[in-house]
């Protein structure tokens, strides 16, 4: 499949899946008269915008590739947490909550990129 994986293939199909939903959840939103429409779909697109550039740059291993199918997979379920509340509060909180899920997982990502690259430094060296 070109070098491509299925485990980064599924990985997108699903931040696509979740992108969608999201987009489709902030558009109730808006039709339910929450604030801020486009700063919310902003918001709302931020962590997966961020998720589809950690799997196009810290793809190094498998493990990566596992963990990356995991976040997509959870930040797509959580985009169907959206529900009409009194007060319209999930249409901000939600993203909100897969912004800082994102970036627990970049972080790790970035963390053990950097791991690596130490010990492949130290092998090369040595």
């Known amino acids: 499949m070109n070098g491509v994986s299925k485990l980064k293939l599924a990985s997108w199909v699903l931040l696509v899946i979740g992108l969608v939903l999201t987009v489709n959840a902030q558009i109730q939103g808006t ?3 929450a604030p801020d429409p486009a700063e919310r779909m902003i918001w709302a697109a931020l962590p997966f915008a961020i998720l589809a550039a950690a799997l196009r740059q810290l793809m190094r291993t498998r493990v990566h590739e596992v963990i990356a199918l995991i976040g997509a997979a ?3 379920l959580t985009s169907t947490m959206y529900w009409n509340d009194e007060m319209r509060l999930t249409y901000s909180l939600t993203p909100v909550f897969q912004l800082i899920l994102v970036l ?3 972080a790790g990502l970035v963390v053990d ?14």
Do not use: F, H, M, P
């Open 74 to 76: 959870l930040v797509a």
């Open 31 to 33: 039709r339910s008269r």
């Open 104 to 106: 627990v997982i970049v």
């Open 113 to 126: 990129n950097v791991r690596l690259r130490r010990r492949e430094r130290r092998a090369s060296a040595g």
